[in-house]
């Protein structure tokens, strides 16, 4: 039997975690990628969003340790801070600063490019996985005989040499939100797959600090910082959140086409104006390491292979490449690695040679998107000015969503299991069972009897951390 091949477009996140998937299938994977990979955790042209702050998820935690064995080892070895969000962020609500206290989810928290760079350095020792750098991809070789079929991927080398096709059983598109696929599919004459956009018109500023421990104030129990905004008075949020090496990333997202400076001076001034000048604060003990980086590419955009007329045998599309998310909600990378292992079980079940699994891939994959997409537009359908088309379930069910994310601070059992939901460690359906509704209900039903003035703390500056 001929050797297998697959080839993966794009080293990001996704991508690596499907070329190590992929790697239990195939004889060789080839993953091809328009960079070259710094040596170490450092940032590269074609992930200009990695500069920003990055959430891994509890449940990415757990996957990535699975895909790839001794990552949680080697990231806390270099440095990554292990994080209880309930006890160690200083978190300002909506309506006030939420109480600390420590809920049933630890997460890591590190620099994108640390993340990445541990994948990949992990991805390498993978004997049947080759990666190719500074090297574009340029469109499908593809057959034609009862239907479509992409037969490999023609490459133009960025450093020069000439164009050359590599052959595969298997192409992956993990080229992320600005994938050029749709493009490449059109050209060949067929429909690409039909899109659904949710556009909150949010945008992100973020700025690199080096931190001093021995200038904080021993009182400043906290770790990261988290400030809500509030659409009709604060259209800013703030958050801080701590990296290794004793740095901190301090990002503003404006909401509703309200975006943050990009200005050095500008940025440093507008954080005085937060609800809170607690980040503000934190700046001025700091030293700045980097200037303001900015991004608005964060629209939420499915495109709908699941519902895709056309067929293109040998070819998938995983994580943001199908699916991406406000990057504000942090679902990117756990969702792009459980894309992956979709992809595996899918070929688990069909093999390597069944022309039915891609669409069986992209319908299983799209069953669980349907998941983080719900509950990213659900949150930004709350934001004035949102433009796209909402579905009815999203009508009914928003503001039960909202009514449980404000009593989510007032009763640790509703935190716990919105906090589960969050980290995708359960599905949206778990905030509807009975035993969570009633303690729902109980919750909102103290606000109700409390009237108006029901309020947590609204100073300036967090409450003190619980002792004992």
């Known amino acids: ?54 959430a891994l998820l509890m449940r990415g935690r757990l996957e990535l340790n699975r895909l790839f064995p001794g990552f949680e080892q080697a990231m806390l070895e270099r440095g990554a801070i292990e994080i209880n969000f309930g006890r160690d962020f200083a ?44 090297a574009e991809a340029i469109g499908f070789e593809t057959i034609r005989g009862d239907s479509h079929r992409v037969a490999g991927v023609k490459v133009s080398p960025r450093d020069g040499g000439g164009a050359f096709t590599l052959n595969g059983d298997l192409v992956v598109d993990a080229s992320g939100r600005t994938t050029k696929i749709p493009s490449w599919i059109e050209a060949m004459g067929m429909q690409a797959p039909p899109e659904t956009v949710v556009d909150s018109h949010t945008g992100y500023a973020s700025r690199w600090y080096k931190v001093n421990p021995q200038r904080r104030p021993k009182e400043w129990w906290w770790k990261g910082i988290w400030i809500d905004p509030i659409a009709e008075e604060f259209s800013t949020a703030g958050v801080l959140f701590p990296v290794e090496g004793n740095r901190m990333i301090v990002t503003m997202a404006g909401i509703g086409g309200h975006y943050p400076p990009s200005d050095d001076g500008e940025f440093t001034a507008k954080l005085a104006h937060l609800r809170s000048p607690i980040i503000a604060e934190e700046v001025a003990l700091a030293e700045p390491m980097s200037q303001v980086y900015s991004y608005r590419q964060m629209a939420n955009r499915w495109r709908h292979y699941e519902k895709w007329g056309a067929r293109l045998d040998g070819f998938v599309a995983i994580g943001d490449s199908a699916c991406a998310f406000n990057p504000v909600y942090g679902q990117g990378m756990t969702s792009g690695a459980l894309s992956a292992l979709i992809l595996g079980d899918c070929l688990e079940k069909s093999g390597v040679n069944d022309a039915e699994m891609p669409r069986r891939f992209f319908e ?105």
């Open 91 to 134: 978190a300002l609500r909506a309506d006030g600063w939420a109480e600390p206290r420590p809920n049933t989810i630890t997460t890591l928290f590190a620099s994108r490019v640390l993340i990445e760079a541990t994948v990949r350095e992990l991805c390498r020792q993978v004997a049947n996985v080759e990666l190719i750098e500074r």
């Open 1 to 54: 039997m001929a050797n297998t091949h697959a080839i993966v477009i794009g080293g990001s996140m996704a991508g690596l975690c499907a070329a190590r998937v992929l790697a239990r299938f195939y004889d060789k994977v080839t993953v091809i990628d328009r960079d070259a990979y710094p040596a170490g955790a450092h940032e590269r042209p074609g992930v200009p969003q990695s500069r920003h702050v990055h």
């Open 364 to 468: 299983a994959q799209a069953r669980f998107q349907a998941e983080p997409w719900g509950l990213a537009t659900s949150a930004d359908f709350r934001i004035p000015g949102t433009d796209g088309k909402r579905a009815l379930i999203s009508r009914v069910l928003d503001p039960l969503f909202g009514k449980m994310f404000q009593v989510g601070d007032d009763d640790p059992a509703i935190a716990d299991r919105i906090g589960e939901v969050i980290n995708m460690m359960k599905p949206p359906s778990a905030l509807f069972e009975p035993s969570t509704l009633r303690l729902i209900a109980k919750a909102w039903s103290r606000r109700l009897i409390k009237g108006p003035r029901y309020r947590r703390s609204s100073a300036a500056m967090p409450p003190p951390a619980l002792q004992g």
